[in-house]
């Protein structure tokens, strides 16, 4: 019996060695950009996805997945389980404690966003090594890395490129900036101390996004929640009460621009590549006219402004609006939605279909 049962699991092993397909995995897959990649990745691509997250994948999301993984991501068993199961040719990172929420708990924050960009670093590296080829790896990084020191510096700066201002005020925002360099170190300069070339490498690839809004999905935790907040408390027919002052500026993109930018770049051939990190912006408006705008469209909608000074702060360290000019020169990133479009292209149609239904 028990050489029986060796034979098996040795030729179950073998067989399910030549069946290894390449995998995309991507992390924190019930959040906000999860559910419009998976969406899209499932639609264009012959490649198995397999996700993780810490609750179970929403059901609607399921039938497009081969294999949903319910764990931490700093729980180093549950990804070399993973790693050893699959042949993993892209990770999307999406996974992270956001900057509201890191604020209060600033160490668990690192560990969950720091200790789990590391873990799947490591997990790419070897991947690579092992296949002998090239792990594209995505991080969804955020305008949280900029730090603007007062209002009257955010209202004198204008658009801000990539290498100004990086000087963060929240721990999230450092956790994003410090993950940029560690991938950037991990895809050019790993081991270089090493005798041997290792064989494969990383192909580091970031977006710093500006607040996103979502149709489909209610961010949490975030800073920039003001937003979609109130078009979704709008739509519902309920007041809000918005935590920022009403001339607060900041740069904000649709979600299916956000997860059309991230394809984009992913396919973009490497030497076109002049960046491992870049801005992305589709309009910079104030809550004001968020405001405005939710209430001219839905009659019950109520907006208030109650302002947390502490949160404020944040935004206000946050640009006005970012330079996306490399984006657009190199990947050819360009918005299909502007302030107005979004509102009568994609949020009323989808928002309303959500809460009629
Ligand atoms: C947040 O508010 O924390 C995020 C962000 C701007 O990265 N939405």
Redesign the pocket.
Known sequence: MAAFSRLYCTLGFQTELKMRKPVVLITGANGEIGHGLIKSIAAKNDLSIITLDLDPLDDELKPQVRDAVTANIIDRNSLERINAKYEISEIYHLAAV?????EFSPHTAHDVNVGGTINLLRIAVEQAASQGSTVKFFF?????VYGLLTVEEKDRTGAINENQFCRPQ?I??CN?LYCEHLGRYYANYYRRLFAANERGKIDFRAIR????ISAETI?S?????FGPEMIHAGARGEPYACFVRPDTT?PFTTMPDAVAAISQLMHTDAVQLSKSVYNINSFSVTAEDFANKVTTLYKNASVTFEVNEKRQT?VDS?PAKVDDSAARKDWGWSPQFDFDLAFEDYLVPEINKRYTQ
């Open positions: 956001l900057s509201t929420r890191a969804p990084s955020s305008i949280a929240t999230y925002g994003k996004f500006p607040g996103l961010p935790g975030g800073t920039s929640d900041m944040i946050w």
